[in-house]
């Protein structure tokens, strides 16, 4: 609570002696405090109506109870005359005061009221009052009227004139100095509390939003993991009958449902991506790198369509050094984003996948990524808004080839994750070239060609080294369960299915399994908790994650409950069986 400044505290020196005079001055001294208190802690000022009004009440009741007293003794003498004309001189300024309230600021109109009082206060209350006193209260001891005005004068001159001068000069330059410094310690008080509030507020903020950035993760790993799973089982029943003997339609209806699925679950990547991306949580990884097979790849996985338009695919890279360390499948999906898009806007002529090393320290390369096509070409106004969320060139170019306007931005974010930066060139109607590129540190071992597994051969079928080996699907969705169970079985693995976690522990308990494949969302026990409780009764089984939840600290989670790896749904066979293989070769080198 803001205390109250008494820049003026009554003291009995201000006694004129006669009660109801100051009765009344003390009113008048409250009004003072009080309007001083206001402009030092800065507090609601009072109605200036009000205030006039009790100064209006200050000069009607006392000036008239003055004057009765002054007349009563004074009869006619000049004094009271001077006396009477003070009065007038103060409401001649109240007047004037008051006519300020539409020329002046609020709180000026207050001070210059402070400062009128300070001085009514000091040479009218304090000596014209205490001079008349006197004389009133020496009458009724027998002197004269003359000789009790001598008497007041020579009491009120002199050193005691001096010294209600200079106390009266103290007080105002007290009363000034009071108000200005009070008012600045008010206002710091004020600011302290105001920002103090402020980071209150800001800290309630930055929960709610961690709240919401919480809810919003939760919520896209939940609708990650619906939308991929039957995803999952359209994948992998593709997968399947293409293996059996179709004719040519049968061949092209499954080739289209392939597209389609591969296509939704681009489109499902590409919202998780920028989610992450916008709320920070996109966190590249580093592992071993050689450019040259990277974009040598990436022409293996674009042949197809390559083939279907006719074009012609070249690859030139240049020279870069294979100990490198960065985000492959960062780059390898960003690479993606540019050769798909080059592929949909070409309908004749050439794409050339190329690789370019622009400057090297003793601990890092800065690489340049191209893709440049004979395309369609982007205006040239066009291009700068290419890399926002959700453009394209023009509308007719979503309503002919499709997409979202996703892919470009998603680039963008995940090269200025890795360092880089992108950027592209075109000529309407003849091609453009998109670029990015991306700082990669020095310091990988080479990789031994021999060592990998190429793709296509880790099915071959698995079969001749782990025929009849046993597996344990775990897995509550019951097309899902089978889908699964059909791609273990179609390399000549031995499979048994359990439709949740607790049956997954009685079946691990009373067989010997030589790996598990645990789905996450379970109802009841989860694939965490189950891989827990797995944990205590098999410590070296691999247990491998089937989920469609794909963020980072998810995955962590998987590895954290004690498995050992994660296959994200939709699940495609070429990556099942890689996995398949490598756990099951630890598994037997483990039992060896």
């Known amino acids: ?66 004057e009765q007293i002054w007349k009563k003794y004074f009869c006619g003498d000049n004094w009271e005359e001077w006396h009477k004309n003070s009065h007038g001189d103060f409401i001649a300024e109240i007047i004037k005061l ?19 009082l300070t001085h009514w206060l000091a040479f009218h209350i304090l000596e014209g009052d205490k001079r008349m006193a006197k004389v009133v209260l020496a009458l009724p001891t027998g002197v004269s009227l003359a000789q009790a005005k001598e008497r007041a004068d020579q009491e009120m001159l002199g050193a005691t004139r001096v010294l209600i001068d200079t106390i009266m000069s103290m007080y105002d330059t007290l009363a000034s100095q009071t108000v200005r410094l009070t008012r600045e310690i008010n206002k710091r008080q004020k600011a302290e509390a105001e920002l103090l509030i402020a980071k209150e507020q800001a800290l309630i903020d930055k929960e709610r939003a961690d709240a919401a950035n919480r809810s919003k993760s939760a919520f896209l790993a939940y609708m990650s993991h619906e939308i991929r799973t039957p995803l999952n089982a359209i994948i992998g029943l593709v997968y399947l009958m293409k293996r059996e003997g179709l004719i040519p339609d049968q061949k092209k209806c499954l080739a289209k449902i392939s597209y389609a699925s591969k296509h939704l679950l681009s489109l499902i990547n590409d919202i ?65 984003n540019y050769a798909n898009n080059a592929i949909k806007f070409t309908e004749k002529g050439s794409i050339i996948l190329r690789t370019r090393k622009l400057a ?9 990524f191209e893709v440049q096509d004979t395309g369609i070409g982007v205006e040239k106004n066009a291009i700068n808004r290419l890399f926002n969320y959700f453009e394209q060139a023009d509308y007719s170019t979503t309503r002919l080839y499709g997409g979202t306007g996703l892919g470009l931005a998603i680039t963008k974010g995940l090269a ?3 360092g880089g930066t992108v950027g592209a060139e075109s000529v309407f109607g003849l091609g453009s070239t998109f670029w990015f590129t991306v700082m990669l540190k020095k310091g990988g071992h080479s990789i031994i060609a021999n060592d990998q597994i190429q793709e296509g051969m880790a099915d071959k079928i698995l ?11 775990v897995e509550d969705e019951p097309i899902n369960m089978e889908v699964s169970m059909m791609l273990v079985e179609s390399v000549g693995l031995s499979v048994e299915g359990a439709e949740n976690g607790l049956k997954a522990l009685e079946m691990v308990v009373n067989n010997d399994y030589a790996l598990v494949l645990m789905d996450m969302m379970m109802p009841g026990m989860d694939g965490l908790e189950t891989s827990r409780q797995i944990r205590k009764q098999a410590k070296n089984m691999p247990i491998i994650a089937l989920t469609g939840n ?7 989670r998987c590895l954290d409950a004690g498995m050992n790896d994660f296959i994200t749904k939709p699940v495609y066979p070429e990556q099942l069986y890689l996995t398949l293989l490598k756990w099951l070769r630890f598994s037997k080198s483990k039992l060896n």
């Open 1 to 66: 609570m803001d205390r109250e400044i008494e820049i003026f505290p009554w003291n009995p020196n201000f006694d004129t002696g006669i009660p109801i005079v100051d009765e009344q001055h003390r009113g008048l001294i409250r009004l003072l405090n009080l309007l001083v208190s206001h402009l030092a802690n800065q507090t609601s000022a009072p109605a200036l109506e009000a205030v006039f009004s009790q100064l209006k009440e200050y000069t009607i009741i006392h000036f008239h109870t003055e």
């Open 98 to 116: 008051k006519q300020e309230e539409n020329i002046k600021p609020l709180e000026e109109v207050i001070e210059d009221i402070v400062r009128f």
């Open 272 to 336: 998780l991506d920028l989610s992450r991306i916008e709320s920070g949580k996109f966190q590249t990884e580093e592992s071993e790198i050689v450019v040259e097979t990277l974009v040598n790849n990436i022409a293996s996985i674009l042949m197809d369509r390559i083939n279907e338009k006719n074009l012609v695919l070249v690859v030139d890279n240049d020279i870069i050094p294979g100990n490198l360390l960065g985000d492959s499948t960062r780059i390898q999906q960003a690479l993606l």
């Open 360 to 368: 090297e320290t003793d601990d890092s390369i800065l690489v340049r």
């Open 416 to 418: 200025e994750l890795m």
């Open 463 to 473: 079969g001749r080294e782990f025929s009849g080996s046993k597996v344990l699907v």
């Open 550 to 556: 794909v963020f980072k600290e998810e995955i962590q």
